[in-house]
């Protein structure tokens, strides 16, 4: 594989809250196993790559900007090979999550996407929603703010009207759900998946894994979490992934979150192995088309 050269677009520290060592660990690791594997990998910031860096015909990307994904669509649309799809990336954003993962099928919570403008409070009690967690619908997470429980419609109203001031236009309304929080990570078409409770390993971003709470370890099928887990990523586009659900008590799970390459942090080493295998195997496939 020594004539493949591969562009590695770090994840800016926007995009990181909280996990900026995280993220570059997890990326450093698998360029590292992508070099033992014969390739040459130049890494590039977000700004550089925005900027017009990286000619490479393989973009390993963990970015997360607009103006990223953008350019992440473009190269792949002129046939480079890139991983994560551009078009994955954009589909972990918020409201493009939740309608496809309704529209799919797939586990997801009774959910609203609103304008933040706009009164919620009827469409919340028509729907038997109180507790529930608003999002901004505009792409992922940078600050605490941008994902928040509320309790009650007046409650989410207020913050919705705060969202509005502070220049976000759409939300993601989620019914909060009881249960386990399960944390889990998955590389597509390896079978690597591996999933832990978040409040045991002092794994968090903002706290908010406390309104859930310790976890009573309710059994459930973590090999059908898996499957699902998988055709979600499928349906998603996104080869490299991570996500969040609530296991209720009767072994039902509901995947509250879905995210594009996450930080893999307490199975990096083994998780960076088999990311450079897939990308091998990414480039492998393309070679035969």
């Known amino acids: 594989m020594a004539e493949i050269r591969i562009a590695g677009v770090m994840r800016a520290g926007a995009y990181s809250p909280n996990h900026i060592g995280n993220d570059a660990a997890i990326f450093n690791l698998v360029a590292e196993q992508l070099r033992k594997r014969g390739c040459e990998v130049n890494v590039y910031s977000e700004e550089q790559f925005i900027a017009g860096g990286a000619d490479e015909p393989v973009v390993l990307a963990m970015c997360r900007d607009e103006r990223s994904?953008?350019?992440?669509?473009?190269?792949?649309?002129?046939?480079?090979?890139?991983?994560?799809?551009?078009?994955?990336i954009e589909n972990c954003g918020r409201e493009r999550l939740a309608r496809i993962m309704k529209g799919s099928g797939l586990p997801y919570p009774d959910t609203l996407v609103v304008n933040t403008d706009e009164g919620v409070r009827d469409s919340l009690r028509s729907a038997g929603i109180d507790a529930c967690w608003i999002k901004r619908g505009d792409g992922q997470s940078q600050h605490k703010e941008d994902v928040c429980y509320v309790r009650h419609a007046d409650e989410a109203q207020e913050l919705l009207q705060e969202f509005f001031m502070r220049g976000i236009k759409r939300a993601v309304i989620n019914r909060h759900l009881v249960g386990d929080l399960v944390k889990f990570y998955g590389i597509l078409g390896t079978g690597f998946f591996y999933w832990f409770y978040p409040m045991e390993r002092n794994h968090s971003k903002f706290g908010d894994e406390n309104i859930n709470g310790n976890p009573h370890h309710l059994a459930f099928d973590p090999e059908k979490l898996k499957h699902v887990s998988m055709r979600a990523a499928d349906i998603l586009d996104i080869r490299i992934f991570g996500g969040d659900c609530i296991v209720a008590s009767d072994g039902t799970f509901t995947i509250i979150d879905f995210n594009d390459w996450p930080s893999f942090a307490p199975c990096r080493q083994d998780a960076a192995l088999h990311i450079a295998r897939a990308v091998i195997t990414a480039i492998k496939e393309a070679r035969k088309d």
């Open 69 to 88: 994904i953008k350019r992440l669509q473009e190269l792949e649309d002129a046939g480079v090979i890139v991983i994560n799809s551009g078009y994955g």
